[in-house]
């Protein structure tokens, strides 16, 4: 009898430990182009043991084999984390030499446990749910948006911070993993989304309320329009505006944005550019009726905001940020409690718009409450 799929899974995320201290002590793999090659080696093991691992079954969801491999590198990642907090050592240390010099680096560190953590318990919880023909889209959004935000971080932040000009070629390995979230997203968002049953007359009624008669949308839209500020403000402090209240903020409240490795500079513009539009977007639909697409993309932004914003928030205080540019101990309550909050707005509108969808969904065609009652 074969064990569950995510079982599996589970047992091959386990050799990655493994994988990891073998070549940490064996010399000769511990150089640029073989540490890349080594690692297109394990992946393509992974692969071929999970089609191994499949292979009685008559259909397999392609995203499987994506969220598989992800497994796998999260259980690296959790590693990662762990070995830079000094709760176990040598596994990384040839990899930190050789191949991604920046996954020392604070915000890489609550990268790993992000991933390690919350990706990896996510993707055992998709696994199941896939293998037991339940639902997982709204799942596989919320990893997807988290994915997306912390490559387009990660990425540029690695150019284009002090860590750009020792560039080794074991960092390319994130290309395949920086395409593969948009591909999952792609796939996801193509696919029906699974509408409650609400009687007409109910969605007719949540319609016809003004923004006043629903407090908690009031409330959400107070508080979006509040992030959308927050977002302009750092965004136009990371641009270097000579206004005074930008050269107080990141010199007294969060000098954690002028930090050199440029991953909170990079996640700054990516909110100014990215996040600020969606919040638009978001304001709009809490005010009109029958914005259906509030329902996937709010979960999409609250996983890419919440991976963004623990990474920020840890990074900051981490010791391995360089004390000048950690938040300072008297402004620590402000600069957290805002940060926290940006976090929190997205996931709180994802859950309004789940748990009392009747106002997203499509409007009612004229006369069909009528129809409905003369049938009932």
């Known amino acids: 009898m074969r064990p569950p799929v995510e079982v599996s899974v589970f047992l091959l995320s386990l050799l990655a430990p493994v994988v990891l201290y073998t070549i940490n002590n064996i010399s000769a793999l511990q150089e640029t182009l073989p540490i890349l090659g080594m690692g297109l080696v394990v992946l393509g093991s992974v692969l071929l043991l999970l089609l191994l691992a499949v292979g009685h079954q008559t259909k397999v969801d392609p995203l499987f084999y994506a969220f598989a491999e992800f497994s796998f590198t999260c259980v690296v990642g959790l590693t990662n984390a762990l070995e830079q907090d000094r709760f176990i050592s040598g596994f990384m240390g040839f990899y930190l030499k050789m191949g991604e010099p920046h996954l020392s680096t604070a915000y890489a560190v609550m990268m790993s446990y992000w991933e390690g953590i919350f990706h990896y318990?996510?993707?055992?919880?998709?696994?199941?749910?896939?293998?037991?023909?339940?639902?997982?889209?709204?799942?596989?959004?919320?990893?997807?948006?988290?994915?997306?935000?912390?490559?387009?971080?990660?990425?540029?932040?690695?150019?284009?911070?002090?860590?750009?000009?020792?560039?080794?070629?074991?960092?390319?390995?994130?290309?395949?993993?920086?395409?593969?979230?948009?591909?999952?997203?792609?796939?996801?968002?193509?696919?029906?989304?699974?509408?409650?049953?609400?009687?007409?007359?109910?969605?007719?009624?949540?319609?016809?309320?003004?923004?006043?008669?629903?407090?908690?949308?009031?409330?959400?839209?107070?508080?979006?329009?509040?992030?959308?500020?927050?977002?302009?403000?750092?965004?136009?402090?990371?641009?270097?505006?000579?206004?005074?209240?930008?050269?107080?903020?990141?010199y007294q409240y969060e000098p954690y944005l002028k930090d050199p490795v440029g991953f909170p500079r990079v996640m700054m513009l990516a909110y100014l550019f990215y996040a600020l539009p969606l919040l638009i977007a978001f304001f709009y639909?809490?005010?009109?009726?029958?914005?259906?697409?509030?329902?996937?993309?709010?979960?999409?932004?609250?996983?890419?905001?919440?991976?963004?914003?623990?990474?920020?928030?840890?990074?900051?205080?981490?010791?391995?940020?360089?004390?000048?540019?950690?938040?300072?101990?008297?402004?620590w309550w402000p600069v957290i409690t805002l940060n926290v909050l940006l976090a929190a707005v997205p996931i709180l509108l994802a859950v309004r718009c789940h748990t009392i969808p009747a106002f997203f969904m499509k409007p009612v065609p004229k006369g069909q409450t009528d129809k409905e009652k003369k049938k009932n």
């Not at 994130?174 to 509408?195: D, K, T």
């Not at 641009?239 to 107080?248: Q, R």
């Not at 029958?290 to 010791?319: E, K, P, R, V």
Request: proline share 7%.
């Open 121 to 250: 318990l996510l993707f055992l919880i998709i696994i199941r749910r896939m293998f037991n023909g339940k639902s997982y889209r709204s799942l596989g959004l919320l990893w997807a948006g988290s994915s997306i935000a912390h490559q387009i971080v990660l990425i540029p932040g690695v150019v284009i911070g002090k860590y750009g000009s020792n560039i080794k070629p074991a960092f390319w390995r994130n290309i395949p993993f920086f395409v593969a979230p948009f591909w999952a997203a792609s796939v996801l968002f193509s696919r029906p989304r699974e509408m409650p049953i609400i009687p007409a007359d109910k969605i007719l009624a949540e319609q016809r309320k003004s923004l006043l008669r629903r407090p908690v949308d009031l409330l959400l839209s107070l508080l979006s329009l509040g992030a959308m500020a927050f977002t302009v403000f750092r965004g136009f402090v990371v641009l270097d505006c000579p206004l005074d209240a930008c050269f107080t903020y990141i």
């Open 285 to 331: 639909g809490l005010r009109t009726p029958g914005c259906s697409w509030m329902l996937d993309w709010t979960i999409f932004f609250a996983g890419a905001i919440a991976q963004t914003q623990w990474c920020h928030i840890g990074a900051s205080l981490h010791s391995r940020t360089p004390f000048t540019y950690r938040v300072p101990a008297d402004k």
